[in-house]
């Protein structure tokens, strides 16, 4: 009898595994005006809304065990640490002015924080900030680090002005981030916060946003959205050359098996689709309104793009390079991730 419990016990969770694996899982939209969208991935369609306690929700997170979502507050200078499978919200935590990019590293939530940053629309190219002789437009961002078992902010990493996108290298040593204001990405030790390198991108163009590792660790690809370029940079973060985008270049990102690299170009309303060795294009596919941040699903057939002024979740099939679907959210998304984690412009596997 006990040999027959313990076999039936072994089928009942081999069973429950075997579902498991078979669901496709959530993606989870933080939303400027509101909570996180939860969109069930076997459906397509969005199915609750996490309330975070907090106002202006930008950059998102997902811990590796999937126990906790994170959102970057924008005008409560905090982040959320919600529990995903309860959608409760666990803590606030208070991290620095004006929060915007999330990235979760090994228990520790890495958030981009812009004192600097007065707001509004940026300058447009060759245009001069209006209080651009303030100190304050030289004050440099940080990076806040929080851990997440202590619950609080541990450290700061300082960075350039208005840092934009975060990234790590392949072996976990180094934090890599791009800085608009003074056109710059900064290398940094990843145990220490000590820079590195700092490399110049206004030979090439302005306000550096996206940034992303190559599966393979070999190489580094940055979006210039006053550039309407991407710039590829070898992985001692050399230049080795520039890629013509559309208009406003946003959020980028390789495919799982890093043969394609996917740009989403904001004002050419394009998702655009590059090969990742020739950087040939290979199509541009018709989006929304105000498109930054996307991501896979986790098995790797659409993308969610989040297009805040189109009011929707874009669906792109990966198959056939189309959008085939838009699920509405009429509470400007501003950025997607998954759980199973998938790669995208804000999160990777």
Known sequence: MKKTNMLLGLFLGLLSASVSAGERGNAYVSNQDGGI????????????????????PRGIGVTEDGKYLITANKDDDNISVIDRASG????????GKNP?????????V????EPSSKGGPPPKPGEVAKEDDDDDEKIPARIAVVDLKKGKKIREIVGGPETEGIEFSKDGKKLIITNEADNTITVHNLATGKLIKSVSTKAYGDRPRGIKVSPDGSYYVSTLEYGNKFIVLDKNFK???????GQSPYGISFDRSGDRIYVASSKEKAMQVYDAKTFEKIKDIPTGNRC????FTPDDKQILLAC????AVVVIDIEKLEKT??????????????YPKSMGSLDKP
Not at 100 to 108: A, M, N, S, T, Y
């Open 37 to 56: 969208t939860v969109i069930d991935l076997d459906t397509l369609e969005a199915t609750g809304n996490i309330d975070i306690q907090a106002k202006s």
């Open 88 to 95: 409760q919200l666990v803590k606030h935590i208070k991290v």
């Open 100 to 108: 915007e990019f999330v990235r979760v590293h090994k228990g520790l």
């Open 110 to 113: 890495f958030v981009s924080t």
């Open 239 to 245: 230049v080795t050359r520039t890629v013509e985008t």
């Open 292 to 295: 930054w941040h996307f991501s």
């Open 308 to 311: 805040g002024k189109s009011d």
């Open 325 to 338: 679907n838009a699920i509405a959210d009429k509470e400007m998304p501003w950025g997607v991730i998954t």
